[in-house]
T-cell receptor, first 115, second 113 residues
Framework: DTGVSQNPRHKITKRGQNVTFRCDPISEHNRLYWYRQTLGQGPEFLTYFQNEAQLEKSRLLSDRFSAERPKGSFSTLEIQRTEQGDSAMYLC?????????????FGQGTRLTVV | AQSVTQLDSQVPVFEEAPVELRCNYSSSVSVYLFWYVQYPNQGLQLLLKYLSGSTLVKGINGFEAEFNKSQTSFHLRKPSVHISDTAEYFCAVDGGGAQKLVFGQGTRLTINP
């Protein structure tokens, strides 16, 4: 168990460019979550998957954002036409859902800076 | 809808002193409650959780929290803090049971020698 892995750890991009982040969950965890955390705030839920199915998307997730989990393992979060307001820490978490609440394990996050 | 309010944005304490970080929540359904800690440039680590049962929950690093349904609170406590406890602490609620967490704004705990 190597924990939840996120890559890259840091990304600096110019406004208008597209960026993609990757999250590798703990193996055999069937649920995967994306959160966004801006400076001085708590994380905010963006979306989550159970296996490969995307079950819910927050209203925070504009049309420029898309997330996938094609084989039910790793997930990618893409932001198109980045804006300065997209600058934040993007956190991924995973859990093994069995019908009862269990712990979600978080990765170290990807810090995005849009210049 | 659920929400979480952390009443203190910053809490400075001296080393070996006790500390309480306050958290109030609102939810129209039964809740699961969590405290996470975040060290600089790191992800979140679970300190403790309340799912059901005893209202006093013990976690890692000597932290504990008490669930108070009538006051809708879940305050975090530690009897004696160390320099290494300096971090940001987040209270979170999962009111829907889907493990979709709603976080408070965080409390920055600073330990002074």
């Amino acid at each position: 168990d190597t924990g939840v892995s996120q890559n890259p750890r840091h990304k600096i991009t110019k406004r208008g460019q597209n960026v993609t982040f990757r999250c590798d969950p703990i193996s055999e965890h069937n649920r995967l979550y994306w959160y966004r955390q801006t400076l001085g705030q708590g994380p905010e839920f963006l979306t989550y998957f159970q296996n490969e199915a995307q079950l819910e998307k927050s209203r925070l997730l504009s049309d420029r954002f898309s997330a996938e989990r094609p084989k039910g393992s790793f997930s990618t979060l893409e932001i198109q036409r980045t804006e300065q307001g997209d600058s934040a820490m993007y956190l991924c978490a995973s859990s093994r859902w069995t019908g009862e609440n269990t712990e979600a394990f978080f990765g170290q996050g990807t810090r995005l800076t849009v210049v | 809808a659920q929400s979480v309010t952390q009443l203190d944005s910053q809490v400075p304490v001296f080393e070996e002193a006790p500390v309480e970080l306050r958290c109030n929540y609102s939810s129209s359904v039964s809740v699961y409650l969590f405290w996470y800690v975040q060290y600089p440039n790191q992800g979140l680590q679970l300190l403790l959780k309340y799912l059901s049962g005893s209202t006093l929950v013990k976690g890692i690093n000597g932290f504990e929290a008490e669930f108070n349904k009538s006051q809708t609170s879940f305050h975090l406590r530690k009897p004696s803090v160390h320099i290494s406890d300096t971090a940001e602490y987040f209270c979170a609620v999962d009111g829907g049971g889907a493990q979709k967490l709603v976080f408070g704004q965080g409390t920055r705990l600073t330990i002074n020698p």
